[in-house]
C-alpha cells in the first residue's frame, strides 16, 4: 500500500466503488463517483469529529472539519483500486482467523481465563482497527489516522503473540533470567516502538513532499525532508547498539540451542535487513520495494523482541538457564 501509494484506491468502505468486485476500467465506475464519494466521505468525517468534541479532543476535531484535502477527488487508477481491494481482503481473511482463534480459545478457559477474553478483546480491536481504516479513507490519508492504524496493528500483533503464548506455557511461569537482562530487554522494545513511531513522522513529511511535487524528482524527498529523515537515521543506531548489548546478554544467559538465543538470532537477522533497507532509502531515492520492506521488518522485529521478554519469565527446561 505505501510504496505504490494505493491508500485512497477504493475511495469508499467497505466497498470499493459502491461494489464487492472493483472495477478494471473507468467505463465501470458509478456515475458522478467523485462528489458521491467525496460527499459521503464529508459526512463521515464531521460525525467523527463531533465524536472528538465529546471526548474533548476538539482541537483535532475542528482540524478534521476544516482540512480541504478531503475535498479533492481521488482519479481511478485500476492497479492502485485494486492493491487496496487485496489490502482488504487479507485484513478480512486475519480478522476470520482472530474469530476463529476467539471461539478456539474458550477452550481453555478452565485453565486460564485470560487467554479466552484476551482473544476476545483482539477480536473488538480488529473491528476497531476496520473501522479505523474506513477513517483512512474518508479523512483522505490524513497523517495522525495512518500513524494510529499502524500503531493499533502493532497492538493487535502484541496480544495475539501473548495469548498464543500463555496457551503454549500453560500459565506456568518461572523466572529465567537476571534483572539486567529484563531490563535491557524492556529497554530495547520500548526503543523499537518509539523508532517505529518517529519513522511514521518521517513518512507524514515525505508523503507532503510526494504530493507537493506530484510524486515526481524521487531523488530530491530526502534532501527536502530536512533533519527529521536524518535524526531517524541516527536514532537507529541507539537501536542497534541496544540489541548489540541484549544478543549479547542472551547468549550469555542461554545455551546456543534454546529457544530464547533463536529469537535473539532472527531478531539480530531482521535488524541487520532493516539496515540494509535504511541505506537504500537513504542513499537510492527510497525505492518503493525497500519502503514495503522497512515497515515489515520493523514490524517483525518488534512481535520478535515482545516474544523474546515473554520467554524470559518461562521455561521447558531449566538447563538452559546459565545465570
Request: with cysteine.
Amino acid at each position: 500500500m505505501r510504496s505504490t501509494g494505493s491508500g485512497m484506491g477504493c475511495p469508499d468502505w467497505p466497498k470499493c466503488f459502491g461494489g464487492y468486485i472493483p472495477p478494471t476500467s473507468v467505463a465501470e465506475l458509478p456515475a458522478d463517483y467523485k462528489q458521491k464519494y467525496i460527499n459521503g466521505n464529508l459526512a463521515k468525517n464531521l460525525r467523527f469529529a463531533k465524536t472528538l468534541d465529546v471526548f474533548g479532543y476538539s482541537d483535532l476535531a475542528q482540524r478534521i472539519r476544516q482540512d480541504k484535502s478531503i475535498l479533492v477527488p481521488e482519479e481511478f487508477n485500476a492497479a492502485r483500486t485494486w492493491t487496496e481491494y487485496i489490502n482488504r481482503l487479507i485484513g478480512a481473511i486475519s480478522g476470520l482467523f482472530i474469530l476463529a482463534a476467539t471461539i478456539y480459545s474458550f477452550s481453555y478457559w478452565s485453565l486460564n481465563k485470560a487467554i479466552p477474553l484476551l482473544s476476545l478483546f483482539n477480536l473488538i480491536l480488529i473491528g476497531f482497527q476496520a473501522w479505523l481504516g474506513s477513517l483512512v479513507v474518508s479523512t483522505n490519508l490524513t497523517a495522525w489516522v495512518i500513524t494510529v492504524h499502524l500503531l493499533l496493528a502493532l497492538a493487535i500483533l502484541a496480544i495475539a503473540i501473548y495469548t498464543y503464548h500463555l496457551a503454549k506455557v500453560n500459565g506456568k511461569y518461572e523466572i529465567k533470567s537476571n534483572a539486567i537482562t529484563r531490563l535491557v530487554t524492556v529497554v530495547v522494545l520500548i526503543l523499537s516502538i518509539l523508532q517505529i513511531t518517529f519513522g511514521t513522522e518521517v513518512r507524514e513529511k515525505i508523503d507532503s513532499i510526494a504530493s507537493r511535487l506530484q510524486e515526481g524528482y524521487r531523488g530530491d524527498w530526502v534532501t527536502d525532508a530536512g533533519t527529521i529523515f536524518f535524526q531517524h537515521r541516527d536514532a537507529a543506531i541507539v537501536v542497534l547498539i541496544g540489541n548489540i548489548m541484549l544478543y549479547a546478554l542472551v547468549r550469555k544467559g542461554f545455551g546456543r540451542h534454546s529457544l530464547q538465543q533463536q529469537i535473539m538470532s532472527f531478531t539480530f537477522l531482521m535488524l541487520i535487513l532493516q539496515i540494509v533497507t535504511g541505506i537504500l532509502l537513504t542513499y537510492v531515492s527510497l525505492p518503493p520495494m525497500a519502503q514495503a520492506a522497512h515497515i515489515l521488518l520493523a514490524s517483525l522485529i518488534f512481535g520478535a523482541q515482545f516474544y523474546l521478554l515473554l520467554n524470559l519469565y518461562t521455561s521447558v527446561n531449566r538447563q538452559e538457564v546459565r545465570i
